[in-house]
């Protein structure tokens, strides 16, 4: 029976630079989608999926992050007095959505890096991560379908999606072999290759089940794509000494951390919410596109 995943690491130290000025002062995981921030949507996943206690890698300029999950005792005084009970309950539910620690990343050396910052809050325990760039509208959180799959092989996931054409390169890139619908066993893997040599379509997106022994694989690794100590690397040092596997999971995949697929996914949410649909709906067909 393999080791339950209790905890999950959040990198969230990163400039941002995609979405300057904006970022310049306010953490890109703390933009919002529509009324909350995309790193709370993150953890509402990890929380869905059976997560228990979370770390937040964070950096300079960073602390609304942990402002947002904290307890705010003058804004809920002050919407208790003012009878907005339901604005109340969201509020404190924010605060209450999963045991959150945090812990500074003091240079911005890539999300290999970001990761070796959780070793000693992970243990010898095996562990998710989950990049809140990357948010999943999915009807089965995307990282409850990836632990299905590590609780079937005892063996890292990666959360991967197929890209097509030039747009590979800007990811690492999977060599696999299809097991079964959507599940993958991992040959190799390359960090943001140029698509001539990108050996498939399937790229490694921001959901990661680990184990512990990746921590001194991290350590191991020098600087690669961008001077930075990247995962990918990491990963497929420890491919060498252990199986893993991949899931193309169910759902619409989100790049968050991109100012279009930001304006995308700001549309589709706001079309799922009732309260705003139906107006918006209307406003949209007035748009001479």
């Given at each position: 029976?393999?080791?339950?995943?209790?905890?999950?690491?959040?990198?969230?130290?990163?400039?941002?630079?995609?979405?300057?000025?904006?970022?310049?002062?306010?953490?890109?995981?703390?933009?919002?989608?529509?009324?909350?921030?995309?790193?709370?949507?993150?953890?509402?996943?990890?929380?869905?999926?059976?997560?228990?206690?979370?770390?937040?890698?964070?950096?300079?300029?960073?602390?609304?992050?942990?402002?947002?999950?904290?307890?705010?005792?003058?804004?809920?005084?002050?919407?208790?007095?003012?009878?907005?009970?339901?604005?109340?309950?969201?509020?404190?539910?924010?605060?209450?959505?999963?045991?959150?620690?945090?812990?500074?990343?003091?240079?911005?050396?890539?999300?290999?890096?970001?990761?070796?910052?959780?070793?000693?809050?992970?243990?010898?325990?095996?562990?998710?991560?989950?990049?809140?760039?990357?948010?999943?509208?999915?009807?089965?959180?995307?990282?409850?379908?990836?632990?299905?799959?590590?609780?079937?092989?005892?063996?890292?996931?990666?959360?991967?999606?197929?890209?097509?054409?030039?747009?590979?390169?800007?990811?690492?890139?999977?060599?696999?072999?299809?097991?079964?619908?959507?599940?993958?066993?991992?040959?190799?893997?390359?960090?943001?290759?140029?698509?001539?040599?990108?050996?498939?379509?399937?790229?490694?997106?921001?959901?990661?089940?680990?184990?512990?022994?990746?921590?001194?694989?991290?350590?191991?690794?020098?600087?690669?794509?961008?001077?930075?100590?990247?995962?990918?690397?990491?990963?497929?040092?420890?491919?060498?000494?252990?199986?893993?596997?991949?899931?193309?999971?169910?759902?619409?995949?989100?790049?968050?951390?991109?100012?279009?697929?930001?304006?995308?996914?700001?549309?589709e949410y706001a079309l799922k919410r009732p309260d705003l649909a139906p107006k918006f709906i209307e406003y949209l067909r007035t748009l001479k596109i």
């Amino acid at each position: 029976m393999p080791q339950k995943i209790r905890k999950a690491v959040f990198p969230a130290a990163g400039l941002g630079t995609r979405f300057l000025p904006a970022t310049k002062a306010s953490p890109k995981e703390m933009l919002p989608l529509v009324d909350k921030p995309l790193i709370q949507y993150v953890v509402e996943e990890a929380v869905a999926s059976g997560i228990e206690a979370i770390l937040i890698v964070t950096g300079r300029d960073k602390s609304a992050i942990e402002d947002h999950f904290d307890i705010s005792f003058e804004l809920e005084h002050l919407l208790r007095e003012r009878g907005k009970t339901e604005l109340l309950k969201q509020v404190r539910a924010v605060s209450e959505l999963a045991r959150i620690n945090y812990v500074r990343q003091r240079e911005a050396l890539g999300l290999g890096h970001a990761i070796l910052q959780g070793r000693d809050f992970v243990g010898d325990e095996p562990f998710a991560v989950l990049l809140a760039d990357d948010i999943v509208d999915a009807e089965i959180p995307a990282l409850k379908q990836m632990l299905r799959v590590y609780e079937r092989f005892d063996a890292p996931v990666i959360g991967t999606m197929r890209v097509a054409g030039e747009a590979i390169s800007r990811f690492g890139v999977l060599d696999a072999e299809e097991i079964d619908e959507g599940v993958f066993r991992v040959r190799d893997m390359v960090e943001k290759p140029p698509f001539a040599e990108a050996p498939s379509d399937l790229a490694i997106i921001g959901r990661y089940i680990l184990t512990p022994d990746i921590f001194p694989e991290i350590e191991r690794t020098p600087r690669g794509a961008g001077g930075e100590i990247q995962i990918t690397d990491a990963m497929r040092a420890l491919l060498k000494q252990r199986p893993f596997y991949a899931v193309r999971f169910d759902g619409t995949r989100h790049d968050a951390g991109d100012k279009l697929g930001f304006l995308i996914a700001t549309v589709e949410y706001a079309l799922k919410r009732p309260d705003l649909a139906p107006k918006f709906i209307e406003y949209l067909r007035t748009l001479k596109i």
